[in-house]
């Protein structure tokens, strides 16, 4: 959950940059650790947000920047994307982006851009793409953390997500959930590896950022026989959409300031 001090505050900074840069934001989001459901006591809030320009700012030629980015203060870490941004990303499966539109904790949302985003996500998303990106990240945090009698607690739930994502995806052909509590129950029959997770998530919330733990032999055979599976399945292309950069382009026109 969010302190109600520190919810205060972002929507605060997020007011001040539409001031600032004369933007308007569309989307704002808590997204990481905090939104996945596994954070520790000191873990940063990572706020993120997708902002449009007044239609002038379109009118160039020019190619300008199209993030907004801040230094971490107290703790918040706060940026974002420019609309046509976000929808290039959104076009291509982006994982970011695709998790910011669907995070659970909502700081601001203004017009249709969200909604019509979430409405888009099951025919735009695309399984292939997410599943190799899932399969990455695990991989490379299982490889560069796990491998000492010793690991970082927070590095279990950086390859436990995006294994459970695999299996989503592949079991329900569609974009996993990003709260990790909704992908427990795809393992819901392993009951000594389920309360060893929960055990394990309970140290995670109780345990700084950087805290160390034994490693957990149910959780490490888990994670060593879902490698091993993934480092063979057979991965079929998807055909897109056929208009999807139609559908997205009349998004954008719909969220242009008049």
Known sequence: MIPEYVRTEILRRIHATEAEYRVHILLAIESGSRAWGFESPNSDFDARFVYVHERDWYLSID????VIEYPIMDNIDL??????????????????????????????????????????????????RGIQHYRSMAKTNYRGYLHEN???????????RPLLSVRWIETYGQPAPIEFHKLLPL?????????DIMQLLER??????????????????????ELRRLEHLDLVPQQPLDDTTGRLNELFTRCLPA
């Not at 010793?150 to 436990?160: D, I, M, N, S, T």
């Not at 995670?204 to 055979?221: C, D, W």
Request: aromatic share 12%; net charge positive.
């Open 63 to 66: 190619n300008k920047r199209d």
């Open 79 to 128: 940026n974002g994307w420019e609309l046509r941004k976000a929808l290039r990303l959104f076009r291509s499966s982006n994982p970011t982006f695709v998790e910011w539109i669907q995070s659970p904790i909502i700081y601001l949302e203004q017009g249709p851009f969200a909604s019509a985003c979430r409405d888009l996500l099951p025919a735009v998303y695309s399984c292939l």
């Open 150 to 160: 010793l690991v970082p607690v927070k590095k279990y739930f950086y390859v436990l």
């Open 187 to 195: 393992v819901h029959d392993e009951a000594g590896l389920m309360t």
């Open 204 to 225: 995670k919330r109780a345990t700084p950022e950087m805290g160390l733990a034994p490693r957990v032999n149910s959780i490490h055979a888990f994670i060593e026989a």
